[in-house]
């Protein structure tokens, strides 16, 4: 059974950072897109970064990048999400999600992914 469970999340005020956790359990992911999304109160969900497990690429939408950096350590199987200079646009609860690939360029193009966690809430005060 896959479980990804995240974890980190809190409220802080602008300008500060956050480093979210993503464990990942009964997922072998030597070619994989393992990704962060947010969803905030009244907007659709939306990638803000992603990994490409085995192929080495990473993937920011516009407004994180130069503030959130993704990375994984495979030994502890855990994705993070470190985010710096938060802003209040940043709030949103921010989910883990992965899927596996057959390419980078399936995973950078990645809309729909297998499986995704509950959710850490990220809240940036100004």
């Known amino acids: 059974q896959v479980q990804l469970v995240e974890s980190g999340g809190d409220s802080v005020q602008a300008g500060g950072s956050l480093r979210l956790s993503c464990g990942v359990s009964?997922?072998?992911?030597?070619?994989?897109?393992m990704a962060w999304l947010r969803q905030a109160p009244g907007k659709e969900r939306e990638g803000v970064a992603r990994i490409c497990t085995g192929y080495g690429g990473t993937y920011y939408t516009d407004s994180v990048k130069g503030r959130f950096t993704i990375s994984q350590d495979n030994a502890k199987n855990t994705v993070y999400l470190q985010m710096n200079s938060l802003k209040p646009e940043d709030t949103a609860m921010y989910y883990c999600?992965?899927?596996?690939?057959?390419?980078?360029?399936?995973?950078?193009?990645?809309?729909?992914?297998?499986?995704r966690g509950q959710g850490t809430q990220v809240t940036v005060s100004s």
């Open positions: 999600a992965a899927a596996r690939v057959g390419s980078e360029y399936e995973c950078s193009r990645l809309a729909d992914f297998t499986y």
């Open positions: 009964g997922f072998t992911y030597s070619r994989a897109c």
